[in-house]
């Protein structure tokens, strides 16, 4: 098996429990999912699905970028939002941060995310 190597990323939030916010292990790099916790404060932005959206995706790149990498090497999201009537929203927001061609992406709907968060996203992403 490929060695694993955490990722620390020092400016996206930090975990919440006890996981690392990416593994690096063979070409890809596994991120766990990010919510809408602005890094600087701790705490959830507040304001609408578009707004946590757009701290999650920073927060991915964030993460990306301390692994070396950026968003157009993700191949694969996957997002979880606690209401489905949100999609449109979120959809557009991340539009503003994929690309074609845009990445697998499945969505599904979720009871309840950390502190209260309306979005989450993971993504694996590939080295070049």
Known sequence: MPEKIAILADKAPAALG????????GPFVYC???TPIDPATGELVP????DQTRQVLTNVAAV???AGLAL?????TTVFLTN???FSEMNEV???FFAEPF??????????LPKCASVEIEVIAVKA
């Not at 304001?47 to 578009?50: D, K, N, W």
């Open 18 to 25: 006890p996981y690392s916010a990416a593994i690096d292990v």
């Open 32 to 34: 766990s999912g990010q």
């Open 47 to 50: 304001g609408t699905v578009a």
């Open 64 to 66: 990306l970028q301390a």
């Open 72 to 76: 157009d090497a993700v191949v694969k």
């Open 84 to 86: 489905m009537a949100d």
């Open 94 to 96: 991340y539009a503003e």
């Open 103 to 112: 990445p697998a992406r499945s969505t599904v709907a979720v009871a309840g």
